[in-house]
């Protein structure tokens, strides 16, 4: 089990090879699945996550409680019009953070990267970079492999969950992966990669988790577009040769200590933040709760009861 | 804490704790019944309390008390799927204290005569905690085959279930052995590396000392 980034970074040292290579290993000892196994299942998993980000950047269909729909697509046509001022690497990586969170809130089928309500982050950045640098699909699958072993240290020294600790725990980390791999698929060296994840989630410290109506829509949505954004800055930071004074693995042990403070109001319970203002509260209030299968005496009775005990909002 | 937990689940939205991981707690009380219930009464304690129903948790968890998988695009439809197929199903807030995780579920579900209860936390991306089984006190994760026996406390009752798995090739992961009171009833909880085959199952079954047997299948990587 991979604990520090430091650890990893000796690793690759002591074997003279890359982070991705490091990781692979580990899973082959820990899985006792060949190598080829865990690599063809990785390039499953890649060709899910491009299928949700092409399936969010061409419909406009609304989310299951019509608050979101139809914005990464009227973000891609933005983007590649003249007033838009981001470039066309920045541009795509906002449009395809936005398109996996639709697809996700229509309860599509995406892969949690590490979780569902981040999941449009790590797509985003990689296939990004393949349209525009290049990459092939296994290199894709070795930027997989180099943000799973930043999150599994991530999840053994913090968490990734908002309930635990908070957005920064999901985005945070998601970025803090997404950094990491497009650092390495850029040749940036192990000490790089270890400054991209620490650039980065020191930009996502201290971000609370809340949803309004509980729902991973708002502002989970634009809140992984900050995160994706911020994972470009951060690997370009390392990949330029900027330090980050304090170690990835201190950056993520903060991380995980601001989330433990948090109060439970700012941990996906839907009763701090943007979810307790005035417009969010009333947003609760006017979602349609009614969806696919959700016509449905089960439902029924379960909104009845939530609503009479105060958990739910009328409407 | 495989790389499929990090680049994973492949699942339908909209939450990896809310959606997945309550699927995987509804598969796993799903497992310790032995069929797809008949009545299911599930306690919401905390952010599942408040949350549920616009993270789709509701339709998640009896899409695992179903059996459907974390990316069945049935999912949605599950809650009609479950009237139809007579399991009744009804949620109901809960304080379980400020100990518990702020998304744990508690199962009590029952078919016929058979009822069972399962407590376990959702911890983030969509891994599962259990940490109580017919109100007792466990520490699994559903990464592992599991194997809980009831049996009388008398000498030798773990040795011989360990030599009866070492003989079909199965490692023991983690093996957990407890009781209440010296020669009353004792419980143990064996995680494996590998599947335990019917037939081994059903052998220890017939050992004189076994009270009962339940096997829960790994629903994580």
């Given amino acids: 089990m991979l604990t520090s980034i430091a650890e990893i970074i000796d690793r690759t040292q002591a074997n003279g090879v890359p982070i991705w290579r490091v990781v692979l290993t580990e899973e082959v000892e820990d899985t006792e699945q060949p190598e080829a196994a865990i690599l063809e299942r990785l390039a499953e998993r890649l060709a899910t996550m491009r299928s949700a980000v092409e399936r969010g950047l061409s419909s406009d269909a609304p989310s299951v409680s019509g608050l979101l729909g139809g914005g990464a697509r009227r973000f891609e046509s933005w983007r590649q019009g003249e007033a838009s001022v981001v470039g066309p690497f920045v541009g795509r990586v906002i449009a395809r953070a936005q398109a996996t969170m639709e697809v996700n809130a229509r309860m599509g089928t995406i892969v949690a990267t590490p979780t569902a309500g981040s999941s449009g982050i790590l797509p985003a950045v990689l296939f990004t970079a393949s349209d525009e640098l290049g990459f092939s699909e296994d290199e894709l699958v070795r930027g997989l492999l180099t943000a799973a072993g930043v999150g599994q240290v991530i999840v053994a020294r913090a968490s990734v969950s908002g309930a635990a600790g908070g957005c920064q725990a999901e985005t945070g980390s998601a970025a803090a992966m997404a950094a990491a791999a497009l650092t390495e698929l850029r040749g940036g060296n192990p000490e790089s990669v270890s400054h991209s994840v620490a650039f980065t989630l020191q930009g996502m410290l201290g971000l609370v988790c809340d949803p309004v109506a509980g729902l991973v829509e708002v502002p989970c949505l634009t809140r992984n577009v900050s995160g994706a954004v911020q994972a470009v800055a951060g690997s370009e930071l390392a990949l330029a040769g900027l330090h980050f004074p304090i170690p990835a693995d201190e950056v993520i042990d903060v991380m995980g200590e601001i989330g433990d403070q948090l109060d439970e109001r700012y941990r996906e319970t839907a009763r701090g933040g943007l979810a307790a203002t005035p417009t969010g509260q009333r947003l609760a209030g006017s979602v349609r709760w009614e969806g696919p299968g959700f016509e449905n005496t089960n439902a029924a009775r379960a909104r009845d009861l939530a609503r009479a005990a105060g958990l739910a909002p009328d409407g | ?221």
């Fill in chain 2, 1 to 221: 804490m495989s790389v499929f937990d990090i680049i994973g689940p492949r699942m339908v939205g909209p939450s990896s704790s809310h959606t997945a991981g309550a699927l995987r707690l509804g598969l796993l009380t799903r497992a310790l019944l032995g069929c797809t219930p008949e009545r299911a009464t599930i306690g919401l304690h905390g952010s599942f309390a408040t949350t549920y129903q616009g993270h789709g948790t509701d339709r998640a968890v009896v899409a695992g008390l179903l059996g459907m998988a974390p990316d069945d695009p049935g999912i949605p439809d599950s809650l009609a799927v479950a009237d139809r197929q007579g399991l009744e199903v009804v949620f109901e807030p809960i304080d379980l204290g400020a100990a518990a995780h702020l998304n744990t579920l508690r199962f009590d579900v029952a078919a016929g005569e058979e009822s069972v209860s399962l407590v376990g936390a959702s911890v983030g991306g969509g891994a599962v905690e259990v940490s109580h089984v017919n109100d007792h006190a466990v520490d699994l994760s559903g990464r592992f085959d599991t194997l809980l026996i009831q049996a009388r406390d008398v000498p030798g009752t773990t040795a011989t279930i360990t030599q009866r798995l070492a003989a079909t090739g199965i490692n023991i992961a983690f093996l957990e052995v407890g009781r209440e009171k010296r020669g009353r009833e004792a419980t143990m909880i064996i995680q494996t590396d590998h599947a335990i085959p019917d037939s081994v199952v059903d052998e220890i079954e017939d050992y004189e000392w076994v009270i009962s047997t339940r096997r829960l299948s790994k629903v994580t990587d």
